[in-house]
């Protein structure tokens, strides 16, 4: 059974740091591509970034150069680091893994002004 556990969030201020953890259980982690989302309240979900199994990563237009995405086959682990929080970055996080398509819990990120 694929299960993904999110970790990391909570309450910072503006212009503060986060780094979120997902650690996978129940899969191959190695061949799949994995993303992080988020959903603000009212809103629908996003996605943030996307890494590769190969590495490669993708980022939405609003983190570009504030968050990196990143992962650890060895831990089953990806990672996002995030920097230069703003407000509008608050939302429940979210990671998926593309191959299983599945999905964690997600963990709350608010950052305060």
């Known amino acids: 059974q694929v299960q993904l556990v999110e970790s990391g969030g909570g309450l910072v201020q503006a212009g503060g740091s986060l780094r979120l953890s997902c650690t996978a259980s129940?899969?191959?982690?190695?061949?799949?591509?994995m993303g992080w989302y988020r959903q603000a309240p009212g809103k629908q979900r996003e996605m943030v970034a996307t890494?590769?199994?190969?590495?490669?990563?993708i980022y939405a237009d609003s983190v570009k150069g504030r968050f990196t995405i990143s992962r650890d086959n060895g831990k089953n682990t990806v990672y996002l680091q995030m920097n230069s929080l703003k407000p509008e970055d608050t939302a429940v996080y979210y990671c998926?893994?593309?191959?299983?398509?599945?999905w964690g819990q997600g963990t709350q990120v608010t950052v305060s002004s």
């Open positions: 998926k893994s593309y191959y299983y398509n599945a």
């Open positions: 890494i590769s199994s190969g590495g490669s990563t």
């Open positions: 129940g899969t191959i982690f190695s061949i799949t591509n």
